[in-house]
Nanobody
Framework: QVQLVESGGGLVQAGGSLRLSCAASGRTTSYYAMGWFRQAPGKEREFVGAIRWDGGNTYYADSVKGRFTISRDNAKNTMYLQMNSLKAEDTAVYYC??????????????????WGQGTQVTVSS
């Protein structure tokens, strides 16, 4: 059974940094990709970034490109989201997700099979 557990959220001032972690359990060898999404109050869930579990290719939303970095530690079955130069508009609940099996359009939330419970990130201006 796949389980994803996020951690690392919190309150930070604008311009600061946070690192989120997503620990995965289960058959991670079957993962195609893992992704980060976020949802702010009153808004739809939006793509933040993703990483292919095999080759490690990464993908980012334009809004975070150059500020956020996704990485993974295969030995620990953990994905990270390093967030730098945070802005007030980055405030949201951040979710990690895993896509199992074949090709996945990584920017589309509906194509992910498993989700974590979310972690709150609040950036004060």
């Amino acid at each position: 059974q796949v389980q994803l557990v996020e951690s690392g959220g919190g309150l930070v001032q604008a311009g600061g940094s946070l690192r989120l972690s997503c620990a995965a359990s289960g058959r991670t060898t079957s993962y195609y990709a893992m992704g980060w999404f976020r949802q702010a109050p009153g808004k739809e869930r939006e793509f933040v970034g993703a990483i292919r579990w095999d080759g490690g290719n990464t993908y980012y939303a334009d809004s975070v490109k150059g500020r956020f970095t996704i990485s993974r530690d295969n030995a620990k079955n953990t994905m990270y989201l390093q967030m730098n130069s945070l802005k007030a508009e980055d405030t949201a609940v951040y979710y990690c997700a895993a896509a199992v099996g074949g090709y996945t359009r990584v920017v589309i939330a509906a194509e992910y099979d498993h989700w974590g419970q979310g972690t709150q990130v609040t950036v004060s201006s």
